[in-house]
Structures are given as structure tokens and as C-alpha cells.
């Protein structure tokens, strides 16, 4: 069992940063590739980013790519997930996720799922 709090959301211009962070406790952390899904209203959960048990290896979604980068300590059981150059349309109920395998953009991979934290962007 491993259990997963994100934090660091909130209200931003457009244009700004935020910074997420994934703090998990349960279970070895470093077991798992983690993940970042987000989920807008009205819409499905959609994959953000990804990153392998180690770090070495890092996945991006088009619509965020070159904008946010995904990382990890695993001193610290924490996944944070960088966004630079926010948009409107990034607005979202931000998820990280723990899944066994590396890789998987779908949800349906991911074992374990945090409460989500939101982030608006202001046009």
C-alpha cells in the first residue's frame, strides 16, 4: 500500500509557475514509476507526465511538453512535477499516481492515486 498527498497548487497568471510536489508514504517509493494525470471539468483524466523508478527515464503528454518537467528524490519519497509557462487550458485537478511498470500513460497502469490539488490559471 502506498499512500500519495500532492500539494503546491493554487491560483496563477497565465504565463507563471507553479511547482507540484507528491509526497508518499507506505511502501518502498522507489519501487514505483510515478505519474501525473489531470482532470479539467467536464473532461476525462487525462496523462500530464511521467518518470521511471529511478529518474533515468522521463514522459511528457504534447500539450505540455517543453513546458513541464517531472522529477524525483527518492531520499525524500517525493515527485514533483515543475510547470513553467502556464496556460488557461492547463486548469485542472493535478493527480500523481504510483504504477509497478514504467512508461504507461493510462490510468488503468497506475495502482495508486493521491486526492489531486488544484491549479487554475488566469487568462
Known amino acids: 500500500q502506498v499512500q500519495l498527498v500532492e500539494s503546491g497548487g493554487g491560483l496563477v497568471q497565465a504565463g507563471g509557475s507553479l511547482r507540484l510536489s507528491c509526497a508518499a508514504s507506505?511502501?518502498?517509493?522507489?519501487?514505483?514509476?510515478m505519474g501525473w494525470f489531470r482532470q479539467a471539468p467536464g473532461k476525462e483524466r487525462e496523462f500530464a507526465a511521467a518518470?521511471?523508478?529511478?529518474?533515468?527515464?522521463?514522459y511528457y503528454a504534447d500539450s505540455v511538453k517543453c513546458r513541464f518537467t517531472v522529477s524525483r528524490d527518492n531520499s525524500k519519497n517525493t515527485v514533483y512535477l515543475q510547470m513553467n509557462m502556464l496556460k488557461p487550458e492547463d486548469t485542472a485537478v493535478y493527480y500523481c499516481a504510483a504504477a509497478p511498470l514504467s512508461g504507461s500513460t493510462s490510468p488503468n497502469y497506475y495502482r495508486y492515486w493521491g486526492r489531486g490539488t488544484q491549479v487554475t490559471v488566469s487568462s
Open positions: 507506505g511502501r518502498s517509493f522507489s519501487i514505483y514509476a
Open positions: 518518470i521511471s523508478q529511478t529518474g533515468g527515464a522521463t
